[in-house]
């Protein structure tokens, strides 16, 4: 592999908390690799599995999808789905041949840019000892 190998991972945030929290981070001047793609929903139950699935298969070494905490979701329920979702995709995900490991669900509040920072940096050091996902280079369109 590769040492120069830096991972794409494209993040779905909740609108409410994660994208605030990320904005937070920014603010505070918290530093984090630059490795990650921010998609805004306005809540992680709108995460459709076809979007997780696309992205990796089009290249992104990982997906987080992270939102509210249970129970404090701005759309009642919509986490409680999001991770229905997520469990879900990780056991198909391997008929794809695709490592579970590149899915990640977190629950990062609004006032939580640290979290937010921190999920990052440790995403970013496993998808390195990962290594590529090799999937877009195997997909023949």
């Not at 992104?60 to 999808?65: E, Q, S």
């Not at 695709?98 to 990062?108: A, G, H, Q, V, Y």
Request: charged share 25%; proline share 5%.
């Amino acid at each position: 592999m590769a040492e120069d190998y830096e991972p794409t991972i494209i993040a779905f945030v909740c609108n409410w908390c994660t994208y605030t929290a990320a904005d937070l981070a920014g603010t505070s001047r918290l530093t984090y690799p630059p490795n990650v793609r921010l998609i805004r929903m306005m809540c992680t139950g709108m995460v459709d599995p076809k979007y997780v699935i696309k992205a990796l298969l089009e290249g992104a070494d990982a997906v987080l999808i992270s939102g509210c905490h249970p129970g404090d979701c701005h759309y009642i329920n919509g986490n409680f789905k999001a991770r229905r979702r997520v469990k879900l995709l990780k056991e198909i995900l391997p008929r794809f041949g695709i490592d579970e490991s590149r899915l990640r669900l977190t629950w990062i509040g609004a006032s939580e840019g640290v979290d937010f920072a921190r999920t990052i940096k440790e995403m970013v050091s496993e998808m390195k000892a990962l290594g590529p996902s090799g999937l877009k280079e195997q997909m023949v369109l």
